[in-house]
Structure formats: structure tokens, C-alpha cells
């Protein structure tokens, strides 16, 4: 992953479901050039929605050691910590110290999130939003937990070697019901590294194909992507950004919202996917880089602090000055668009390139979420994946 990308490589019927809570009018209305967003969803914008936001604390941590703990509430909860420059829970466990979130064991841990631990717990560059559990077996029922954050230096994820500060956050979170159909509501930017961003209308066709193939991937588990607006923007359509530091999404997601009140979107919990042009990803301890056909900064992703990026980022170039741009079929795009949702929405993923696996007990390599999509066989989510997903906050519940 890089953050989380991909390298180069139902109780209702699935029509029912997509008809009644899915696409709707989504290839209608062109674009206007020099103009902001074109509603692309028929009637109203649904109300915005407010994630309130508790603060737990403002720890102050010294070089190279975790904070003392603080006390948290466990259910039904999602904890944002919220710091200049990365962080991640060090631990978390109940009060009779049956543990969540183990400090890192060995030094594969210091990693983009902790692979040893019980629940894991994936690094926050700048802002980092957990949603757990986040794996099998689930833990012992508890209402309380005790926290404890690490700052980590970005480059080398290593215990930091600068003192600073971290807010620890949590928000109450609805519970559904498992029956409950869910919405991810999205806008849709296409900028000019995309073969998309010429067409005349505001969502392609091969777009809105895409997210109907997505939508019948997530139906089994009641939940639905839905994009309400449109935009063409107009800026370099090279992303280049380095492990640990997503600096040059920011005045990308600053740029998306320009023309909205106050430069913010009308709401916090809708996705912002963006199909861009180059995406390239440097590790410059290794000094070696990738360019990933899909880009999450966070997993999961959504909701984030001051100067935080968040969103889904689609490749629509290579890097190389000449290289042309992708000409991506619905079938293929959908499988990168539905990998990031998933990643967006806390799953990691089911099996690496080296063959490791996740810690979910019931995924495989024939699942979306492989670290290769393109090569499996039936793209499809499992029911455990499918909890995690349903936990996260951005979801609209109906």
C-alpha cells in the first residue's frame, strides 16, 4: 500500500436495490466550464449532517515514548487524533487489561498500521480516524478503554524523535440495524490527467457504469454508493506525494472546494473521489517509488482534522511525460474504485502480494479487496468485511 493503494498491478434483489437507493440521473447535465459543481443526483441535496466531535484530551508526548493513557468509551464510537505531523495508537485495552491495540511487537510494526495487533490500527498522517473492531476474533464487550498515543516520524514510522502535541477525539456513531440499507454519498472531480475530464457530460458513461458494477459489488451488504455532484478542475494533474506526508493532497482538496461556502464541502461525510492524472507514491527511506492505479490516504479514510487529506484518488496516467492517458473500460475502473471504497471504509487488504493475509476469518485471494484486484476472478466483498464497513461514520443510514 502507499498509503492504502493499489499497485500496478442481499437482502434485496441487487437491480432493486440499486434502483431504489442507487444511481439516479447520473449521466445527466453537462459540465460548465468555469463554473463550480453540477448536481448530477434528481431533487434535493439531502440535509448535511454534523459529526460532533468529543475532545477526550491535549496530550503532550515526548521524543520516543507513548502518552499516558486516557480514558475512552467503546461502543458505538470512532476515534479521530488529530497532530502536525503522524501518529498512532500505541495501545488500547479494557480495564482488565485485555488489550485492543498492542504496542508494536517487532520491527515489521512500525509500519503504515500495526500488524501484530489484536484490532488493527493503521498510522494517521496528520489525522488518523479508527473505527474498530477492525478484525476477527471481536473482542470482549467493554465500555470503556484506555488509549495511549505515539507520535511516529513519517519518513522512517519509527518513534519520533521530536516532542509534540496530539487531541484525542471520539464521536458517537449510530448502530444499524443489520437489515438497514446504507448510503455513501460522493462528489466527483475530474481533473485534466483524466481521459474523463473532456466529456460532455458530468458524470462518462464508463463512470456511471462503474459505480453501477460497484454498487451490485456492495448490495449483499445494504450499502450503495451514491454520487450527488460533479466538477471538472482545472490543476496538475500530477500527484506526487511521499509515504507518510500527503501534503500535496491538500491544496488539491482545498482547490476541489473553492466555490463552496466557506471553502468546505456542505458536508464532512461525503467522499470526494477524484480522477486524476499521475499518481505516484515515494518511500524515500528505501528510495524507491510506485505509481499506484488507486490511492486512499487512510484506512479508514474520511472525516479528518486541520489540513488532513481524505478521498479516493484514481490514476488516469503514468508519470513519464509521454506516457497516454488510461482508457479505462467500466469494468476495470469499477475494480479499482471498489478496492479504494473499500479501503476508505476501513478494510485492508484480504491477501498481500507476498501471500500474507488480513485479519478477517473469512477473505481470501478471490476477493476485491486483494492487493491485486485485476486478477481475481469474481470481485466480491465478505460478510466480514461488510462489518467493518458498516461501522463507519460517513455512512447515511435510512
Known amino acids: 500500500m502507499g498509503f492504502a493503494h493499489r499497485g500496478r498491478r442481499a437482502v434485496t434483489s441487487v437491480t432493486g436495490w440499486i434502483a431504489t437507493w442507487g444511481w439516479l440521473a447520473c449521466g445527466s447535465g453537462a459540465p460548465s466550464p468555469g463554473t463550480c459543481w453540477t448536481q448530477v443526483q434528481s431533487g434535493d441535496l439531502p440535509t448535511p449532517r454534523t459529526i460532533v466531535w468529543n475532545t477526550v484530551a491535549d496530550l503532550a508526548l515526548a521524543a520516543?515514548?507513548?502518552?499516558?493513557?486516557?480514558?475512552?468509551?467503546?461502543?458505538?464510537?470512532?476515534?479521530?487524533?488529530?497532530?502536525?505531523?503522524?501518529v498512532q495508537i500505541d495501545s488500547l485495552s479494557d480495564p482488565l487489561g485485555r488489550a485492543w491495540v498492542t504496542p508494536p511487537a517487532t520491527l515489521s510494526d512500525y509500519d503504515l498500521f500495526c500488524k501484530s495487533c489484536p484490532q488493527r490500527a493503521a498510522l494517521g498522517v496528520r489525522s488518523g480516524l479508527y473505527v474498530l473492531p477492525s478484525s476477527d476474533p471481536l473482542p470482549m464487550s467493554t465500555t470503556q478503554l484506555q488509549l495511549r498515543a505515539a507520535l511516529r516520524d513519517c519518513g522512517t514510522l519509527l518513534p519520533s524523535l521530536q516532542a509534540g502535541q496530539v487531541r484525542v477525539e471520539y464521536s458517537a456513531r449510530q448502530r444499524p440495524t443489520d437489515a438497514q440499507p446504507g448510503i455513501l454519498y460522493a462528489e466527483l472531480a475530474i481533473t485534466p490527467g483524466s481521459i474523463f475530464f473532456d466529456s460532455p457530460m458530468a458524470v462518462p458513461g464508463v463512470v456511471e457504469e462503474a459505480v453501477t458494477l460497484v454498487n451490485s459489488w456492495l448490495a449483499p451488504g445494504q450499502l450503495v454508493v451514491r454520487i450527488l455532484r460533479a466538477r471538472r478542475l482545472s490543476t496538475a494533474d500530477t500527484l506526487r506525494i511521499e509515504r507518510g506526508d500527503h501534503i500535496a493532497l491538500v491544496p488539491l482538496g482545498g482547490g476541489l472546494h473553492a466555490c463552496d461556502p466557506g471553502g468546505r464541502s456542505p458536508d464532512e461525510t461525503w467522499v470526494p473521489i477524484v480522477l486524476a492524472g499521475c499518481l505516484s507514491v515515494s518511500n524515500t527511506v528505501l528510495k524507491r517509488s510506485s505509481e499506484p492505479e488507486g490511492l486512499t490516504p487512510g484506512i479508514p479514510s474520511g472525516l479528518p482534522g486541520a489540513d488532513a487529506a481524505h478521498g479516493v484518488y484514481?490514476?488516469?496516467?503514468?508519470?513519464?511525460?509521454?506516457?497516454?492517458?488510461?482508457?479505462?473500460?467500466?469494468?476495470?475502473?469499477?475494480?479499482?474504485?471498489?478496492?479504494?471504497?473499500?479501503?476508505?471504509?476501513?478494510?485492508?487488504?484480504?491477501?498481500?502480494?507476498?501471500?500474507?493475509?488480513?485479519?478477517?476469518?473469512?477473505?481470501?485471494?478471490?476477493?476485491?479487496?486483494?492487493?491485486?484486484?485485476?486478477?481475481?476472478?469474481?470481485?466480491?466483498?465478505?460478510?466480514?468485511?461488510?462489518?467493518?464497513?458498516?461501522?463507519?461514520?460517513?455512512?447515511?443510514?435510512?
Not at 371 to 377: D, G, L, N, T
Open 64 to 86: 520516543q515514548t507513548a502518552s499516558d493513557p486516557v480514558s475512552v468509551p467503546a461502543t458505538d464510537v470512532a476515534y479521530r487524533l488529530s497532530t502536525s505531523g503522524c
Open 314 to 398: 484514481i490514476k488516469g496516467r503514468g508519470c513519464d511525460a509521454s506516457a497516454p492517458q488510461i482508457s479505462w473500460t467500466a469494468e476495470s475502473l469499477a475494480r479499482v474504485l471498489g478496492h479504494e471504497l473499500g479501503h476508505y471504509l476501513g478494510v485492508y487488504h484480504a491477501v498481500e502480494l507476498d501471500g500474507s493475509a488480513d485479519a478477517l476469518d473469512d477473505t481470501d485471494a478471490d476477493n476485491l479487496m486483494y492487493a491485486r484486484p485485476s486478477a481475481i476472478a469474481q470481485p466480491r466483498f465478505t460478510a466480514s468485511q461488510f462489518r467493518v464497513m458498516r461501522q463507519h461514520p460517513a455512512i447515511a443510514w435510512q
